[in-house]
């Protein structure tokens, strides 16, 4: 499993993937603008159950967040 840090957050890298896997035209949309790679990059997240991607280079990430541990004391009467 790879364990990506951004900041304070980490993050569990589900895939790694080139940018021009989310090129729109190789879904037949004739689109090519921000809006349309977003979606096709959305649909990627979702399928993989992912909540963030972030970009390396020429590579989307495709990411779970890692939540922070809350301890809690408990106590017995």
């Known amino acids: 499993m790879d364990i990506f840090y951004n900041g304070?957050?980490?993050?569990?890298?589900?895939?790694k993937l080139h940018i021009s896997t989310f090129?729109?035209?190789?879904?037949?949309v004739n689109r090519t603008d921000d809006e349309a790679h977003m979606m096709i990059l959305q649909a990627?997240?979702?399928e993989h159950r992912?909540?963030?991607?972030?970009?390396?280079?020429?590579?989307?990430?495709?990411?779970?967040t890692i939540k922070d541990?809350?301890?809690?004391?408990?106590?017995?009467?």
Do not use: S
Request: net charge negative; with cysteine; proline share 2%.
């Open 69 to 77: 541990i809350e301890i809690v004391k408990i106590t017995f009467d």
């Open 50 to 64: 992912c909540d963030h991607v972030l970009k390396q280079g020429d590579y989307f990430m495709l990411c779970r």
């Open 23 to 28: 090129d729109p035209t190789r879904y037949g």
């Open 44 to 46: 990627w997240r979702d």
């Open 8 to 15: 304070n957050d980490a993050y569990q890298v589900v895939r």
